[in-house]
């Protein structure tokens, strides 16, 4: 913790002495939803989920789920309008940021809670030199003079791994490669030292080789600051590597949550299972591949029940009529399962039969 | 299959095809005739040889010098049989889209020859061109960008028969439209919608159908999954294999995702930086691979399992690919490679069988470019 003290950066309320007290972060009930010309996209319905300290908490769903707006919501950085948050709460060591100024969500942006994105180029101001991008972190948050900002700079570009950063910290965007920009990217997420990373698929656009330098990064890095991590992808191969627990997402809900060897051995949720099923695998050829029939559902009219229902094969009457809440999962004869639970009305056959 | 060595002997290289002599590029009717003859199953239909494609790089705005190239594809050699998959590997940047283009005469290649049924079809040019690129389509890797938003999609898929009139007469070309929306499995009456109207994986079907459109025998695909949804990918790959046991195609998969190429090819061939580092069926690539950077890419795949994960050894490359402009000496990988000795640096290492493993009735025994050739299980704990 060389860089900064991070209790200086925070409003007074939310100071050091908050933590321990509950999750890192709690989102309840959050739902989100856009006004479009064609009618209201309900693109999150209702997510519940928390994360410690040191946790890693991996969201999982394709692309329309859900994933990514859930994100942009805690981070503050939705465009409202067109988006608006009819109900839920988002509590940042107990306290609801939706209820939070302007300027108090601001400094907690960045320096409490910071975003890796998933595409470094586009993430990244191609007319400024990284240098200058990482120190405006410093700059602006803290008040330090540029040429202390550049040192500063230096410093975390050593840190996530850029060879030669004294050289290379006046360099452009462009003159690096996809692997480095995103190193560049988590340099600039770690610069103040926040409590919680959100990463939206940092990896998706990174050759497999870099990818897992990567993410073994981003896991050492997590380990030493204690940080909570939220990862976002569809890649069900990344999660299984970081993850602590899961929580698969469709059509704006969760639709289970387990940690993440439980949910890989025994799904409880069909969507799950067919998504497992469906991933080819490196160390087996088989014959054909599952696949989950149909497409994920238009937001503006998602199926009534549950919204997984026309794609899914155990689907009965009541599965089109009545909406599975999300229920603890048991073992069969009744013991708990801390961590699970499944949106199903089957989850029980789905799990043990 | 791994018993020709091409790279090691490319004059002598197309000895399979002598019954279609390479045809003069002046007898064009000669060539054209030859391209209807069927080939066998098993029998290759499409010869690489020493393909090379550099970009040059020039200085100067008014007089223009050459200061050196992209060395994207830099000699590499294959085969694909009719009938079948082959799967070509590797990170972004190591030429794989560059030999899709190559092969479809997009790119004219810098020296090298791909042969169609025995005829050389990087010198052709006009009508005998035409009639090769009509047995050679291609499928897109991103399915927004790759159909015209102001067409329909009958107009999509049916613009290659205004190109080859010959193969629909105008009156039926509706009809043959809306029988190839059925083949990809989306409803006929969509005739009339335009792209916008679809989504990702339907609008990769719309792409497949074009390539489909004149009964081509040869199909490259360019990624063309890797911009859908993991759900819809599963269904891509399996219309893509029907659609093979149908019409009898033969495809190249081009693709960065292991897992996926492992699916669905029979034959995989790995490049880096422009050239082929081990080539072979999947059951030798996956479960016996001998090239050090074909074992560090299997070992970086995420395995959706989390205990299986723990178990296996991985191999973390450092560093990045060399920049194609100025790659190293000797063996291309030997920057990256923790085998690397003084030889590697020397002396560019053939694709061939390795010497150990040369008469051995092993799964190892296939063509690898490696000094230092050993076999790995990296797939497995």
Known sequence: MTIIDPTDAAPASLSGDGKGKGPLLDVRDLHVEFQTRDGVVKAVNGVNYSVNSGETLAVLGESGSGKSVTAQAIMGILDMPPARIPQGEIRFYGEDMLTMSAEERRKLRGARIAMIFQDALSALNPVLSVGFQLGEMFRVHQGMSRKEAKAKAIELMDRVKIPAAAARVNDYPHQFSGGMRQRIMIAMALALEPDLIIADEPTTALDVTVQAQVMDLLAELQREYQMGLILITHDLGVVADVADKIAVMYAGRIVETAPVHELYKRPAHPYTRGLLDSIPRLDQKGQELYAIKGLPPNLLKVPSGCAFNPRCEKAQDICRTDRPPLVPVTEADGSELPGRASACHFWKETIHG | ?381
């Open chain 2, 1 to 381: 299959m791994a018993e020709t060595t091409p790279a090691a002997e490319p004059q002598d290289a197309t000895p399979n095809v002598s019954d279609v002599e390479v045809a003069d590029v002046n007898s064009e009717t000669e060539a054209v005739a030859a391209l209807d003859a069927p080939v066998e199953r098993g029998e290759p239909i499409l010869q690489v040889r020493n393909l090379v494609k550099h970009f040059p790089l020039t200085q100067g705005i008014v007089i223009k010098r050459q200061i050196g190239a992209v060395k994207a594809v830099d000699g590499i050699s294959f085969d694909l049989y009719q009938g079948e998959t082959l799967g070509i590997v590797g990170e972004s940047g190591c030429g794989k889209s560059t030999v899709a283009k190559l092969l479809m005469n997009l790119e004219r290649a810098t020296s090298g020859e791909v042969f169609y049924k025995g005829q050389d079809i990087t010198r052709l040019s006009g009508r005998a061109l035409k009639a090769v690129r009509r047995n050679i389509q291609m499928i897109f890797q991103d399915p927004y960008t790759s159909l015209n938003p102001r067409m329909t999609v009958g107009d999509i898929i049916g613009e290659p028969y205004d190109i080859h009139p010959e193969v629909a007469p105008k009156g039926d070309r509706r009809r043959r439209v809306q029988e190839l929306l059925d083949v990809v499995g989306l409803n006929p009456e969509y005739i009339n919608r335009y792209p916008h109207q679809f989504s990702g994986g339907q609008r990769q079907r719309i792409g497949i159908a074009r390539g489909l459109a004149l009964n081509p025998e040869v199909i490259i695909c360019d990624e063309p999954v890797s911009a859908l949804d993991v759900s819809v990918q599963a269904q891509v790959i399996n219309l893509m294999e029907r659609l093979q046991d149908e019409f009898n195609l033969s495809y190249i998969f081009i693709a960065h995702d292991l897992s996926i190429v492992r699916h669905i090819s029979d034959r995989v061939g790995v490049m880096y930086l422009g050239k082929m580092a081990e080539i072979g069926s999947d059951e030798q690539i996956y479960e016996h691979p001998t090239h050090p950077y074909t074992q560090a890419l299997l070992s970086a795949v995420p395995v959706p399992d989390p205990e299986a994960r723990e178990q296996r050894e991985r191999i973390i490359l450092t560093g990045d690919v060399p920049s194609p402009a100025n790659p190293p000496s000797g063996c291309r990988f030997r920057t990256r490679c923790w085998k690397a000795q003084d030889k590697c640096a020397e002396e560019v290492p053939l694709l061939a069988i390795p010497e150990r493993f040369k008469g051995a009735d092993t799964p190892a025994a296939h063509e690898s470019a490696c000094h230092f050739a050993e076999e790995k299980d990296v797939v497995h704990a």
